[in-house]
């Protein structure tokens, strides 16, 4: 959360920062700022609201400096007001922060006691005073960090300027991601490389307790104790197209509609095509950066007797409909579990556990702590990333990819769907393994995978209808999300979408557990969404969708292709393709996906920026 970024080079840096911030406005919208040393001088630039405000600041601004800093910012202490929006500037010099100091409160004290003039609500402008007060002593910048370091508590990453080293930018790490990109007689530190990727797929990551001295065309990197180290410097295969919206009104729905293709290239190195055979890629801390042969992969993937799935937000419900995939096909206890949870009780983890941890970002504070946690407890970690050298990416022992390119609206869409197929190939590959699957029912799962994506594309076609819908369902007073089994997680994901893009009150339950309390909401301006595709539990749900006509509910019914006993009982019903149990819930998230997008663009809002969310929740 929050986003900050810092240039040095002969290109315009007020160009360089304001787009690198608008790559970064999905961490966080509610103020913008820079700072540039202009003539040696510090010069600053803020605004409340989103960057489109300072923008309009910028546009009447000139500055002839080459360094700079920037920060888009969600709102952790104070009001997002101008006040508080970064860059904090304290004497000579200036800050971004994307973190918490938890200690502000004691550092508060003590400067103002000192008699420190404090001019916004902010933990962040705290740390410039402690900075400036060691550049008055006569400290550089690098020194004055190494000093006042040690007095903070809590997640930061730091870039800051001094009007006394106008060649220097000094950033530093302790948590959130920050990354050093290398240019010709250029250098950059962001929140992260899609900031830079326009100007240069040269990175090196920074990793936390470092410090980043960059000069013009060179560049060091410390630890704390103040001893210069060496890291590998990494070239990135990111293209900036995928940052783009190209053509689409929102990277939402961009991302809605590039499914079928994110799926396909989720699951594409998986499928020994030939032979019908599930050919696990996984990469080991171990191997390189290859994935691991298939017979060494057999053999550690072997001896796992238990799993813990561990998640956050939308990452969460695919880790819950994980569960009952990995149960059913390799016949391996899982539980999942909410990372921020997770982290603070104290998890009994057997020998022989395999903790999986999934995360689009790759820097989801509590994902991250817990991985840490369940590696000190001796377990082995696998990750599920989009972002390729995130931080949990880089941590875990075994890694798989999403391969979902960039994913920019703060709703996730693709990287779900993408890790729904992972999570599929995981259970056919350790059903595998654990020899709960027979060969035939291996090659008819996979038939089904390799189908998906088409079947995706012929979902997409419900657009133009909740395009239309969307003008009455935004009326409801609120939403009920029902399924059953290995679709009720996707009526909790639902339920979600609608409450951070329509900000209207949506729960998602199991359908059984209506009549234990949910159906006394119900009644005619409550709409119940009910996931019914025909399977198992298909009777049982459209018993509880008769208990909820019989109250008046009005229902929007997902079922499996022509169905005439859910068309009488629904306000309206979508048909989805028949597809094997397991993969109903891909084809039924994307109508609470498109529902979700037109309500809430019915309702005038931005959808790509919910208001008080941030796409990467760096702070927990
Ligand atoms: O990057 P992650 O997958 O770790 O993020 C987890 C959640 O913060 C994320 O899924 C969040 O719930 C989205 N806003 C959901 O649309």
Redesign the pocket.
């Known amino acids: 959360m929050c986003g900050i970024i810092g240039y040095y080079g002969s290109r315009d840096p007020k160009q360089v920062i304001y787009d690198g911030l608008k790559k970064l406005e999905y961490r966080g919208y509610d103020s913008a700022g820079i700072a540039i040393l202009d003539n040696g001088k510090l010069k600053r630039v803020r605004s409340a609201g989103k960057l489109i405000h300072l923008k309009e600041k910028l546009d009447n601004e000139k500055f002839t400096g080459n360094i700079g800093i920037g920060h888009t910012r969600w709102a952790t202490h104070g009001v997002p007001n101008e006040s508080n929006a970064h860059p904090h500037a304290v004497g000579k010099i200036s800050l971004v922060h994307n973190g918490i100091i938890e200690n502000y409160q004691e550092i508060k004290e003590y400067l103002l006691k000192e008699g420190a003039k404090i001019t916004s609500d902010t933990d962040s402008e705290l740390v410039a005073h402690l900075i400036s007060r060691e550049i008055e002593k006569g400290s550089t910048l690098k020194e004055a960090l190494s000093t006042v370091i040690p007095k903070l508590e809590g997640a930061y990453s730091i870039a800051a300027l001094s009007e006394n080293e106008p060649d220097t930018l000094v950033a530093v790490k302790n948590g959130p991601p920050l990354v050093l990109g290398l240019g010709k007689d250029e250098c950059f530190v962001a929140s992260d490389a899609q900031a830079i990727i326009t100007y240069t797929n040269k990175v090196i990551f920074i990793d936390d307790h470092e410090i980043v001295v960059a000069k013009k065309d060179k560049y060091q990197i410390y630890d704390m104790k103040g001893s210069a180290i060496s890291k590998k410097i990494t070239e990135l295969d990111m293209s900036p197209d995928a940052i783009e919206k190209q053509g689409y009104p929102h990277f939402m729905k961009k991302e809605i509609y590039e499914q079928p293709r994110v799926v396909a290239a989720a699951m594409s190195p998986h499928i020994d095509v030939a032979n019908l055979k599930i050919s696990l890629q996984v990469v080991s801390s171990d191997s390189n950066g290859e994935a691991l042969k298939q017979d060494e992969l057999y053999s550690q993937l072997k001896h796992f007797e238990r799993v813990f799935i561990v ?5 969460f419900y695919a880790g819950l409909t994980g569960e009952y995939i990995l149960e059913a096909m390799a016949g391996i206890p899982v539980e999942v579990e909410f990372a921020s949870e997770f982290r603070y009780r104290k998890p009994v983890i057997p020998k022989n556990s395999l903790v999986i941890v ?7 504070a509590d ?1 991250l702590a817990s991985l840490r946690m369940a590696k000190e407890k001796g377990a082995k970690t696998l990750s599920i990333c989009n972002a390729k050298n995130s931080s949990i990416d880089r941590e875990a022992f075994f890694k798989m990819y999403m391969k979902a390119d960039a994913e920019i609206g ?3 869409t693709k ?1 779900l769907t993408a890790t729904l197929a992972l999570l599929n190939l995981l259970g056919v590959y350790l059903g595998r393994v654990n020899e709960t699957l027979t060969r035939d029912e291996e090659k008819s799962y996979l038939r089904s995978l390799q189908a998906l994506p088409s079947e995706i594309e012929k979902v997409l076609a419900y657009d133009s209808f909740f395009d239309e819908a969307a003008l009455t369902l935004k009326d409801y007073k609120g939403f009920l999300y029902m399924g059953r089994g290995v679709n009720y997680p996707m009526a909790m994901e639902g339920a ?2 609608l409450k ?1 893009l329509a900000y209207m009150h949506a729960e998602g339950y199991a359908a059984g557990e209506m009549k234990h309390g949910p159906i006394a909401l119900i009644d005619d301006r409550m709409a119940v969404v009910v996931v019914a595709p025909t399977d198992d539990v298909y009777e049982k749900t459209v018993s509880n969708l008769e208990e909820v006509r019989a109250r008046g509910g009005q229902i929007i019914a997902i079922g499996t292709g022509h169905n005439e006993r859910l068309k009488s009982l629904a306000k309206h019903y979508l048909s989805l393709p028949k597809t094997s149990w397991n993969l109903n819930p891909v084809l039924s998230v994307i109508p609470l996906q498109l529902m979700a997008y037109h309500v809430a663009d019915r309702l005038g809002f931005d959808v790509d920026q919910p208001r008080n ?1 941030a ?3 760096t702070v927990e």
Do not use: P
Request: glycine share 8%; net charge neutral; with cysteine.
């Open positions: 998640a956050c937000g939308t990452s999934i995360s689009q970002s790759g820097e989801t994902t703060v709703a996730s990287a979600l979408k951070e969310l796409k990467s929740v």
